[in-house]
């Protein structure tokens, strides 16, 4: 475990924290005036290998060598110029610190960061980190890398779960979830919607499934899967037989076919590692899936619909109605899907590059 001090002084500036993969929602914007959670669970950083906020240069002010050098291989609107490699933490592990007034920046209903630290050390006044809260941004604080040290302190230290565990203990993402919005004279209101986290992780994965297709028709499973995906990946490739088949594969699993083409597998939530298939399927391209997604997709929720006898088990419902659905098709992130496209060297392809340039210009509006 590690607590993070500041650079100027040496304050304590964090509680103990362990070290997780960022989440692929991290970057996510959902909305419009909805308020989201805390990004990060509390005890956890992951470190953000990407900048965030402070001075901005347009995409024509940047060379194309030095987009590459930073992992961008397609145009983006903008890059920041700010250091790279923050701390993402809860804000409930944020210690000994205190907001900056005069950094407030031009957000709705909280602080984004946009222009760079808003959190000094409350001990020496050097700007350490940025709190992140304003509306449809996931609520977080970024430690800034070049005003804190990560010192390593006594205590338990645990092995990441394997994934025999993950698979047999890990929490699942529910597809649909209520969001809250920020309401009137009346208190909050909320609506019942697809899940934000599912949203941004089907755009991250999208990006791979196109890469993987190599330009032809791919087919995923049945169900749910087909629900977030297929409809995209239909509009986006070609029309005709599918030619790519696509299938979820990972811990506890049976092995796919033979003939399978891609494998949607799950990242390990701590690691941030792919899991990895051994045998004749090993050959195939592997789509990363966040575990919560992954899970619920080979292994979905069930309900029973009338209370069992004896003790009612926690998952059985008992007086409530089943979950309300969302009114409207899936959508994957936009934001999510482009900023994962844009990373991707294969976006250089002319094929791709045309599918992320119909995005930009609002072409494929009805799918994301």
């Known amino acids: 475990m590690f607590v993070f001090v500041c650079a100027g002084c040496s304050a304590e500036l964090t509680s103990p924290l362990s070290q997780v993969s960022l989440p692929v929602h991290a970057r996510q914007k959902y ?9 990060m669970e509390s005890g956890t950083f992951a470190v953000d290998p990407d900048p965030w906020g402070g001075q901005w240069r347009m995409w024509d002010e940047i060379d194309p060598g030095e987009a590459e050098a930073r992992g961008i291989y397609a145009p983006v609107y903008a890059l920041s110029d700010s250091t790279p490699g923050a701390s993402v933490i809860a804000p409930g592990d944020i210690r ?24 000094a050390c409350e001990a020496c006044h050097l700007p350490v ?50 969001i809250a919005t ?89 690691t941030g590692q792919t899991w990895t298939p ?21 292994s979905p929720q069930s309900y029973l619909p009338v209370p069992a006898s004896g003790r009612i088990p926690q998952d059985v419902l008992r007086d409530d109605p089943f979950p309300l659905l969302p009114n409207y098709l899936f959508r994957a992130d936009r934001g999510t899907f482009q900023h994962a496209l844009v990373r991707l060297p294969a976006v250089r392809i002319p094929w791709l590059r045309t599918i992320l340039e119909n995005l930009t210009q609002g072409v494929s509006a009805d799918l994301f």
Request: proline share 12%; glycine share 12%.
């Open 182 to 270: 920020w309401g009137g004279r009346l208190g909050s209101n909320h609506y019942w919607s697809w899940s934000p986290q599912w949203e941004a992780a089907a755009g991250q994965t999208l990006a791979h499934l196109l890469v993987a297709s190599q330009g032809q028709p791919v087919k995923v499973p049945g169900g749910l899967t087909a629900d977030v995906f297929q409809r995209t990946l239909d509009a986006l490739l070609p029309a005709g037989p599918p030619k790519r088949r696509a299938a979820l594969a990972g811990p506890g699993q049976p092995s796919p076919d033979a003939g399978v083409d891609i494998l949607l597998v799950p990242v390990h939530p701590q």
């Open 31 to 39: 909305g419009n005036g909805a308020q989201l959670p805390v990004l």
């Open 129 to 178: 980190a940025i709190r992140v809260d304003d509306c449809s941004l996931w609520q977080a604080v970024r430690l800034s890398s070049d005003a804190v040290h990560r010192v390593p302190v006594d205590g338990f230290h645990a092995a990441p779960l394997s994934w025999a565990e993950l698979a047999e203990k890990g929490e699942k993402t529910p597809p649909f979830e209520p």
């Open 96 to 119: 000994g610190t205190r907001l900056i007034p005069e950094k407030r920046d031009g957000a709705c209903c909280g602080l984004d960061g946009a222009d760079g630290p808003n959190m």
């Open 278 to 298: 051994a045998g004749p399927t090993a050959p195939a391209y592997l789509v990363p899936l966040p575990l919560g997604v992954w899970l619920w997709l080979v």
